[in-house]
């Protein structure tokens, strides 16, 4: 066994993106240490009666490829299934649809941007024809008059966004969409704007009464309605009903308050409408954030200078990983596997024939459900489900109930815990890349230090695996030539990379997608026309579901993030500085919810359903709802918020309700 010493010099030094001015949050600035981090896994591994022992690259490629090759014998290519993620560069996530593709033949592969980006993607592929974050660079919002942020808790999540929100706070024009007084509800005080705190999960009435009071009192823009978009006929009839008194009492907000958003964001040039998880991690995520982007159009927003729409996105390559074939119904290029052209097309750069690509797979949460079942074999490339899916206690069932569970991470996550296999990779500072940004920005990573031990790139393992696997095409370890790949797969599609490179990104210069061969990228989209084949944005009329027949407990469950971790906390939890800081799971009640049980601050709780039992220190505060608790998801065990979260998904995006979940909340007694 070889051991390069890891890090040595390595520092996080602050990038100048327009995104983050130079600036790093909490979690960047501690991020070097976990690339020296003694529980790096530096081996591949193998899991043995009581744990895993150390084993040679060879053996354990060898024997993966012999077991998936007798597992497709035995019950099909579709018994073996893939599960990505966002944080992955766009190289890798190319190459992963590909190879789950071509050298294994499956169609079940799906990606951890499910659980993050995909209602958003699909109401904006619905309305625009396209689905970039923000189809705008991300300075624009400096100029904004007014900025309405539905379920975005960007001080926490997104600092280095903070400072292209101080033109709208300064003019009084922050408007933030919150059940919680979070750390960004809190920027509205003093005058800075508005806190409108809904019950969990009721936005879209308070959007479909905005749109109603726009429409009711002669605030829409017309003429831009009437040349570029279609639809406002059923829109009217859709939110006529949902006049401000009958909106505030279906959601909590107070139809005067109501009346003051829609006229601010009626009344300024310069108005933004923007989403986060917040509003889109529900049964009826689309719809909602649908009814955001029609609220937009209303007001004639996208594609105005100054103004617009946009959801933020997730994680480290939440836009790039949407968009180059981890989702089961994608090819490269944001193409449909379902389409004959793109099948060609991509075919032809793959070298193979049309007809071997497989059809379309299963969303993540199907998939999950599959395991133990139809899916007999998983490799998991940057997703920790066991903490971080919905109903965490039977995915984490059904892991165990694989036949083959192999896991790519530079850490023994809590799901690598379950694995067959876990095969050490690199972090982001140790190989060569491309990332894109919210704002469509492609971004070149570099290798600025080698990796411990026998880490080696995910380049690699696929290529080793697809050559034992006698995969047709070809399998670069090189990340530039596989952007050029990826380039070419991508040629003519709407996420089209065409005219980039690795050479050409090392320039610097801002390659804003689609960026064709022989383009200068595009910054701004929607200033002429929209993606559709007319040309005119869609307006979906949608409407509020009655979910009067819930079941559960009394209070409702609300789930997110804290600035100190980072999803899973399969890397935060190993940051002595994050943990001394938030060491455990800590449950938001407010005062009155908590006396009522006799609850003090730091008493133990257990929040539970008919799915499991959380526990959870208290935390009192008036910024929360009398109905409503919050968990962050970060914590293992039985900190695990979604040992508790409704696997139920929205039947367009498939994305699970994180957000709202019915649960009981009562004291634990804690023997002294
Ligand atoms: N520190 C930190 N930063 C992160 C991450 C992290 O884990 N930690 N993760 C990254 C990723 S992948 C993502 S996707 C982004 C997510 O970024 P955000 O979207 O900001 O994240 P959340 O904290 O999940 O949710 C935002 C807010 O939604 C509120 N909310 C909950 N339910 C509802 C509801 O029904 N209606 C409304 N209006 N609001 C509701 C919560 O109270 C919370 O304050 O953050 C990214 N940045
Ligand atoms: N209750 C609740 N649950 C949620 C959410 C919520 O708001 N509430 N949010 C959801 C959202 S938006 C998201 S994005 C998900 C995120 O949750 P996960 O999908 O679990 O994401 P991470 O915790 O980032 O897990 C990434 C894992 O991959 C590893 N990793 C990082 N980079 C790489 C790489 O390049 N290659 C490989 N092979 N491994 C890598 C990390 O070490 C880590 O173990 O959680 C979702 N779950
Ligand atoms: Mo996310």
């Not at 942020?149 to 922050?174: D, K």
């Not at 007999?376 to 489900?385: D, K, T």
Request: charged fraction near 20%; include cysteine.
């Amino acid at each position: 066994m070889t051991v390069t010493p890891a890090g040595a010099g390595a520092a996080v030094a602050p990038r100048e993106f327009p995104t983050n001015r130079g600036g790093l949050c909490k979690k960047g600035w501690t991020s070097a240490e976990l690339l020296r981090h003694g529980d790096r896994v530096t081996v591949p591994l193998r899991r043995t009666d009581g744990g895993f022992e150390q084993v040679s690259w060879e053996d354990a490629l060898d024997d993966i490829a012999a077991r998936l090759r007798e597992l497709r014998a035995e019950r099909g290519a579709d018994s073996v299934g893939v599960f990505g993620g966002g944080g992955l560069t766009n190289e890798k996530a190319y190459q992963l649809g590909k190879f789950a593709r071509i050298a294994l033949g499956t169609s079940r592969i799906d990606y951890n941007g499910r659980f993050c980006m995909s209602s958003a993607a699909a109401a904006g592929n619905r309305a625009f024809g396209v689905d970039r974050g923000l189809p705008f660079p991300v300075t624009d919002l400096d100029d904004a008059d007014t900025i309405l942020l539905l379920g975005s808790n960007v001080a926490a999540t997104m600092p280095p966004l903070l400072s292209h929100l101080a033109g709208a706070r300064a003019g009084g024009g922050l408007i933030v969409v919150d059940p919680r007084r979070s750390e960004t509800a809190r920027l509205t005080e003093d005058g800075a704007g508005i806190h409108m705190q809904p019950a969990p999960g009721t936005d879209l009435i308070v959007l479909l009464g905005l749109t109603h009071i726009v429409l009711a009192e002669g605030l829409a823009d017309l003429d831009y309605l009437e040349r570029r978009t279609t639809g406002l006929d059923e829109l009217r009839r859709s939110v006529a009903s949902w006049w401000p008194e009958r909106v505030q009492s279906a959601t909590g907000v107070p139809a005067a308050q109501l009346r003051e958003v829609a006229r601010r964001l009626a009344g300024a040039p310069h108005t933004f409408i923007i989403t986060g998880r917040g509003v889109e991690q529900h049964v009826d995520g689309t719809d909602t954030a649908t009814a955001a982007i029609n609220l937009s159009l209303v007001l004639g927003l996208p594609g105005r200078p100054g103004a617009g729409y946009g959801t933020l996105t997730g994680q480290g390559n939440g836009q790039g990983g949407r968009e180059h074939g981890q989702k089961c119904d994608q090819l490269p290029g944001y193409r449909k596997i379902s389409d004959p052209e793109a099948r060609a097309h991509v075919a032809a750069v793959w070298g193979v024939d049309p007809a071997v690509l497989p059809g379309p797979g299963v969303p993540a949460m199907e998939l999950l459900g599959m395991l133990g079942a139809e899916v007999s074999a998983l490799l998991v490339h940057g997703s920790n489900v066991v903490v971080s899916a919905p109903d965490a206690g039977e995915v984490t069932r059904r892991l165990g109930a694989l036949d083959l569970l192999v896991v790519c991470d530079f850490f023994v996550s809590e799901t690598a815990r379950l694995a067959h296999y876990v095969l050490p990779v690199t972090q982001w500072a140790e190989e060569e890349g491309t990332m894109t940004s919210l704002e469509g920005r492609v971004i070149r990573r570099r290798r600025a230090i080698d990796a411990p031990g026998e880490a080696r790139s995910e380049l690699w393992i696929m290529q080793e695996l697809a050559r034992r696997l006698d995969a047709p095409g070809v399998w670069s370890t090189d990340a530039a030539e596989v952007f050029d790949e990826l380039a070419r797969a991508s040629a003519g599609g709407i996420a089209d990379y065409s005219g980039l490179s690795h050479a050409l990104l090392d320039t610097g210069i801002a390659a804003h997608w689609p960026f064709a061969s022989g383009s200068t990228g595009t910054p701004h989209l929607f200033r002429d026309d929209f993606a559709h084949p007319d040309g005119r944005a869609r307006i979906v009329a949608v409407t509020a579901r009655s979910r009067e027949a819930e079941q559960g407990g009394a209070t409702t469950l609300i789930t997110g993030r804290l600035l100190e971790h980072y999803q899973s906390g399969a890397q935060t939890r190993r940051v002595a500085e994050l943990m001394t800081a938030r060491p455990e799971a800590t449950v938001q009640l407010h005062p009155a919810t908590a006396s009522g049980l006799g609850i003090v601050k730091d008493d133990l709780v257990q929040i539970a359903n008919e799915r499991g039992a959380v526990r959870a220190r208290a935390e009192v505060t008036s910024g929360i709802r009398h109905d409503t608790v919050f968990l962050p998801f970060h914590f293992p065990g039985d900190g695990r918020a979604n040992l508790l979260t409704d696997p139920s998904v929205d039947p367009v995006s498939a994305m699970p309700e994180f957000k709202r979940t019915r649960v009981t909340v009562s004291k634990i007694e804690e023997v002294a």
